[in-house]
C-alpha cells in the first residue's frame, strides 16, 4: 500500500520551492541588516514551555500541541511557535550577560493541529524576529517598519498593519473585569470555547474564529479607554514612531494575540488578496514579563512572525525559470564518457551548472535531455573528438556550432554562459 504524508503537513516542491528560498534568501538579508542574529531551536520541547508562556487557557496549548511523552513519561512537544524557545535559549545560555539587549531570528517549521483550511496547515514554517532587553517604543515601531519592508520586499503590495495596546498588569486587570460583565450579559451569544474562558481570559474572545463572537466583540468596551499613563504614552510614542517611519497603519481594539505574555503593543498585518479568511500574513507584539516568567532577569521583549505559505498565497505569482543546467555534456562511447565524467565535475565547480547522461544513450535523446533541462549550451564529445582533443560546443538557441579544444573548454564555457 502506498504510504502519504500526514494530513495537514505538505512536501514542498519545485517551481514552490525555488520561490521558497528566494524568500528565505531576502529575509535572511534584510534580517542581518537590521542587526538580527540567527538562531536555530530544536523541534521538540518541554510541553511545559508553552504551557507557562503562552498560557493554560490558549488554544495553542489547549487545542492545538502536538504533544507525546517519551520512554521515561516526560512530556514533550513539537513547537507550536518561536517567541517562547527563543526565550529559554536566551536565559539557558544566558545571552542576556553581559549586554541584555540581544536581536535574534529564526525560519522554523511550527506545529499546530488545526482544522484544516487555506492558509491553516498542521506544519507550517515561521520566519520571524525577537528583540530582548529593549522596552521603548522605538522598538515597536522599528519592528513593525521591519516587517512591512519584507513584504514590500517581496512584492506584497495589498496590506495593512493594524495595530493595538493591550496594556499591561497596570491597567488590564480594571479593564478585566468590565470585560467580563460585559461579555456575561451576552454570554448565551458566545461559542463554547470563550463561555469556559471568560472569567480567566474575556480578552481571547476579540481573537475567535466564531462569527457570534466576533459580533459580540465588536461592542465590547475597549483597552484603549482605560489604559494606564505609561501604556498610553507608550502607545502614543509607537504611533508617533510608526508616522515618522512612514508606515501607515490602522489602530484596531480587536487585535489581542492569543497568547497571555503580551502586554503594550499587539499588532497585525492583514493581507487584503489571496487569502481569504485566513487573512493575517503576519503578528506580533511586546512581551515585557516573558523572560521573567520563564525563569530569566526582568527583561523586556519584542517580536513578530510571519507564515511562509501564507506568504506565498498572497505573492504576485512569478514565472520560476528551470535554471538546472548551462551545459548539457553529449557523449558517445564509453572512453568519451570516462572523459567526460571527470570535465562535467571541473565545470561544476566554476559555478556553471553541468549535466550529462551515463547510461550511453543516443545523441538525439541526449539532446533532448538538454532541451528539457533548458540547456543553453551543448558540449558534444565522441571518440573522433577525443583523438583530435577537441569538443563541438553547440549554442542551442542559435543552433551555431563551433570547435573548441579541451584546453579552452572551461574558459570558453565562462566567456559564453549567461549565469
Ligand atoms: P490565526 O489567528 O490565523 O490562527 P495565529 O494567531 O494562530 O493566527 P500566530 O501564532 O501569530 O498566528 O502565527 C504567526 C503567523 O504564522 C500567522 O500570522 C500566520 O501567517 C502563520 N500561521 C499561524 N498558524 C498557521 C497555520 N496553522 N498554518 C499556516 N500558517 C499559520
Ligand atoms: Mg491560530
Known sequence: MQIQSVKGMHDLLMPDSVQWQKIRAI????????GFQYLEMPVVERTELFARSSG??????????????????????????GTAPVVRAYIEHRL?????????????PMYRYERMQKGRYRQHTQVGIEVLGAHEPYVDAECIFLLTELYRRLGLAAFSVELNSIGDSTCRPAYREKLVSYFQAKVSAL????????????????????????EVSKKAPRILDDLCGPCATHFESVKQSLKELKVPFDVNSAIVRGLDYYVRTA???KSSIGLGAQDTLGA?????GLVKTLGGPDTAGFGF????????LSMPSQEVS???????????????????????????????????????????VQMKQADRLGAQYVLMIGDHELSEGKSILRNMQTQEQVEVAFSNIISTLEQRIQI
Open 267 to 269: 499588532f497585525e498585518v
Open 284 to 288: 506580533g507584539g511586546r512581551y515585557d
Open 322 to 364: 528551470v535554471g538546472r543546467c548551462h551545459v548539457f555534456v553529449a557523449v558517445l562511447g564509453d572512453k568519451a564518457r570516462a572523459f567526460a565524467f571527470t570535465l562535467v565535475n571541473q565545470i561544476r565547480l566554476k559555478h556553471i551548472k553541468a549535466e550529462i547522461n551515463y547510461e550511453n544513450k543516443s545523441l538525439k
Open 305 to 312: 512572525a510571519t507564515g511562509i505559505e501564507r506568504l506565498m
Open 191 to 214: 461559542c463554547e470555547d470563550c463561555q469556559s474562558r471568560l472569567k480567566k481570559n474575556p480578552m481571547r474572545t476579540f481573537d475567535c474564529k466564531n462569527e457570534a463572537c466576533k
Open 27 to 34: 529575509a535572511s538579508e534584510l534580517f542581518e541588516n537590521f
Open 96 to 108: 542576556y550577560y553581559p549586554e541584555a539587549y540581544q536581536k535574534f531570528y529564526y525560519w522554523a
Open 56 to 81: 493554560h487557557t490558549s488554544d495553542i496549548v489547549q487545542k492545538q500541541m502536538y504533544v507525546f511523552q517519551d520512554k521515561k513519561g516526560e512530556s514533550f512537544c513539537l513547537r507550536p511557535e
